[in-house]
């Protein structure tokens, strides 16, 4: 079978920084996505990592490790707009549909 | 900013209702997809299709159909709404190959009393 895991909950303090980590065990493995949600909103494309190391796209950067199956989102210099849902995703084929973890409810206080 | 298009945004309907829930993308892409999601939980995928005439069932046991007889259009039927099908509905499309980033619609906010 498949399954991401990925914390339920995180808070952090406004202008921190933020690591979002996703452990993956799936059959097959062609990239690892991040997603984020706003209450209300929909799901948006964040970063993609198909190779290990890491993606950086402004404040926010992706971290993959294909032999530890693990991979997390950095977030930094954290603005109250962050406060968000945050979904990892794998794809196990090369033309097969994602496949989400259950998210990351982010919670950025002051 | 992505050109895929979710109608209606809200319905709420009695139990036994036939509806459908209207997908469209003007990014010409070959795979769409239906997501159920409930308010703050995972996304379940119900449909997916990766060209016209081409339709796949998710992970998620789903009374609804799909149909793609256009690119551009991916609708989703329940023909006998119930409560259990209470939840909001995300269509999303991306093109084949590649990262393959999907992007998604506003969602169908569905109450079935």
């Known amino acids: 079978g498949q399954s991401l895991e990925q914390p339920s909950e995180v808070t952090a303090v406004e202008g921190a920084i933020v690591q979002i980590n996703c452990t993956y065990q799936t059959s097959g493995f062609y990239g690892l996505s991040w997603y984020q949600q706003h209450d209300g909103g929909a799901p948006t494309f964040l970063s993609y990592?198909?190779?290990?190391g890491l993606e950086e796209t402004g404040r926010f950067s992706s971290f993959l490790s294909r032999s530890d199956s693990y991979g997390y989102l950095l977030l930094q210099e954290l603005q109250m707009k962050d406060s968000a849902s945050y979904f990892c995703a794998v794809r196990e084929g090369g033309n097969t549909p994602l496949v989400f973890g259950k998210g990351t409810r982010l919670s950025v206080i002051a | 900013e992505a050109d895929i298009y979710q109608t209606p945004r809200y319905l709420v309907i009695g139990t036994g209702k036939k509806i459908t829930l209207e997908c469209s993308q003007t990014m010409g892409h070959d795979k769409m997809y239906w997501y159920q999601q409930d308010p703050g939980m995972e996304l379940h995928l119900i449909h997916y299709?990766?060209?016209?005439?081409?339709?796949e069932k998710g992970d998620l046991s789903s009374e609804s159909t799909v149909s793609r007889i256009r690119t551009e259009h991916f609708p989703l039927t329940l023909e006998s709404a119930r409560p259990s099908h209470t939840s909001q509905y995300l269509c999303?499309?991306?093109?084949?190959?590649?990262?393959?980033?999907?992007?998604f619609g506003e969602g169908s906010r569905l109450t079935v009393l």
């Open positions: 299709s990766y060209g016209v005439n081409s339709t």
């Open positions: 990592n198909a190779l290990d």
């Open positions: 999303a499309s991306t093109t084949l190959g590649g990262p393959g980033e999907l992007f």
